[in-house]
């Protein structure tokens, strides 16, 4: 559940990919392989390879597990060096120079994908590749790449040709191709010689990063973004630039910088670098994508099949039956763990916006859970998404109904259903923080006793919640820790802590009673106080209660 448009659904109804003109429709029946790491390498000619190509080090041998998504078509004749790999477009290749157009030469991002590689042992590094020499930033802009080619030099349309003169649209296509296989981890860019790099440019080059992550349905809190400076040595004629391509700094929510310093030229003119120029600094990309992206391996996901991808995506789990997530329904009166919806998945179990879990915590579906500071919940809720809960009421009666919420904008709230019968009052946050959760009343709600089906529905975007709360309205145990029942063993693994006053402190879940209790002589965060005593409950059906006393 984040903030994420829902073009993704639009598409599936309507049976088409928005923008997939140069590919067609695909069926993806597989999951991305998370140990295939895909990058954008865009720019202009210092990226599309000005670098002088060795076939015997750089054509002979195939590069160790690492792919280029061809981005042209070429014949290996007419590709430089001596190269005998012809390549089609949208098909996956040995990284093998030249990767931009069939006459560029050597590009970082040869030596950058080789360096990430060596450094990820159980990774393959595939490159997206899509640069052109002497183009403005403009070139890359959806908005104005075609009255950019428009009026630019003949030889530049020329280059521009084997993208079909949209190069923005190349990149989108062939990066909805990756997704299928793969995951994009991060753009390496290197322009401005042309127009960098004042506020203006890097407006423009934010712009073409955050429409591409928008395309292609990206988070940018995930994908990270290098910027290479420009040549600095000798006769050079752009290194007084490189002050501004820092200061894309604060454009990008994960950003760096390959150093050009040391870094020699061609010899030739004063824009590009020369061989070993181009190798450091792909190696220095390499060195700060490794500083800004998840290099967790997934020691259960293939090998990635180099002469075809598709054949190494991570198949689907089955779906599971519909029903309660855990050995029973949940108790009503008692707690209801947000993170703990119905099992039976999509459209069955909830609905939610967006792909994956964004929180990346407790469970391995479309559902966003996360661990705030006080436990596990479920955040980045959006309007219209929902959660589904088998319950059991355990007797006829009226119930209050409450819940532990959080949120930034005061406006995010939910609804509640049983059995498609709205109960209980709109709950909404207040408004205090992402992680400033608060219990918020949602009325009272008369109920049947019996196993009933119960739906959280999102009415207003941005609430975080942590659990739901049914108590009889005569029941005051949760508030007064009356009753008291000791020496009873349940199933359940939701619990509650409470100060000596009967004040509720929090809710957490424990695989017994004894590691309960050890949670909170431990943790003084859900104490919120260092010493004292303590009563913990199990919530459930038998409500049993234990003192703790902490001496700190």
Known sequence: MSVEKNLKKIMAIAGVVAGASLFGVTSAVAAPNPNFHIYIAYGQSNMAGNGDIVPAEDQAMDPKNFLMLASHNANASQRSGRTTQSIKTGEWYPAIPPMFHPTENLSPADYFGRAMVDSLPGVTVGIIPVAIGAVAIKAFDKDQYKAYFNSAESYIKNWARDYDSNPYQRIVDLGKKAKEVGVIKGFIFHQGETDGSGTEWQNAVYKTYKDFITALELDENEVAFVAGELLQEGNNCCGGKNGGIAQLKSKFKKFGLASSKGLQGNGRDPYHFGRAGVIELGKRYCSEMLKLIDKTIDPNAPAVNLADPTKSTVPDEPPEEYGPYGDAPASIPGTIEAENYNKGGAGKAYMDLSEGNEGGKFRKDGVDVYQ????????????????????????????????????????????LYMDSVRIGDEIKNEGKGKDAYSVVSGGKA????????????????????????????????????????????????????????????????AKSMSDAMNCVKTDAKLRKQAQGVFFVRRDGKMALIKKVVVHE
């Not at 705030?372 to 319950?391: D, F, R, S």
């Not at 941005?462 to 029942?485: L, Q």
């Not at 349940?490 to 619990?495: D, G, H, M, Q």
């Open 372 to 415: 705030p500071n006080m436990g596990i919940a479920v955040g980045h809720c959006q309007k219209t998404e929902w959660l589904k809960y088998t319950v059991k009421v355990e007797a006829d009666g009226d119930y209050e109904i409450s819940a532990n919420v959080a949120g930034e904008n005061g406006t995010g709230s939910f609804v």
């Open 446 to 509: 008369t109920l049947k006793k019996g196993e009933h089906e119960l739906k959280l529905e999102i009415t207003n975007d941005w609430i975080d919640i942590d659990y739901i709360e049914f108590k009889a309205a005569k029941d005051t145990v949760s508030d007064g820790i009356a009753n008291i029942r000791v020496g009873i063993t349940e199933a359940e693994s939701n619990f509650s802590v409470y100060n000596v006053h009967g004040q509720k402190l929090g809710s957490f879940t």
